[in-house]
């Protein structure tokens, strides 16, 4: 299988940007990360965006950010951790989940992180969040690399997988 474009799916805080941002250096791909894309395309936060236009509407940018990413090739795509939950993703990309423990994430995000996420203010529904999404990042990926371990460790085994791949 060629894929176009690799996805990298898990819950937030999961180290998704981290492991894209290696990966494009190494691969010399394109990093896109599509909160960041929809923030600057809305030219507000994702807080605000829950605040003033609800998280429906959030959901229906993120559906139309992947298409637009997935129309075109050879990039490394950082996904927000609802989006395959709520999305369809292209299934030319090579999915990759990055499978954090919840309480592995909670320790090593920094408070800061933590406040631009709207659905990690409350712990327990984060918690029943994460139960409730974890099959789901399972079903999709086409490789799940265990994110519970040193950040750096990780990222190269996710990166020696990726390299045995052919992406466009
Ligand atoms: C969300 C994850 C966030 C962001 C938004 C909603 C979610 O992205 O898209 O706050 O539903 O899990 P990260 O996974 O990058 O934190």
Partial sequence: MVYENIVLIGFMGSGKTSVGKVLS?????DFVDVDSIIEEEQNCSITEIFETKGEEYFRTLEQKCINE???QKGRIIATGGGLPIFSKISEKSLIVF???????????????????????????????????????????????????????????????????????
């Fill in 98 to 168: 990055i499978d954090a423990d919840f309480d592995v994430i909670l320790k090593r995000l920094p408070a800061k992180e933590r406040a631009k996420r709207p659905l990690l203010e409350d712990e327990l529904k984060a918690r029943a969040l994460f139960d409730e999404r974890i099959d789901t990042y399972k079903e999709l990926a086409n490789f799940r690399v265990d994110a519970n371990q040193h950040i750096p460790t990780f990222i190269h085994v996710v990166l020696d997988h990726v390299l045995d791949q052919r992406i466009l």
């Fill in 69 to 71: 990413l997935t129309q």
């Fill in 25 to 29: 250096r190494h691969m010399f791909k």
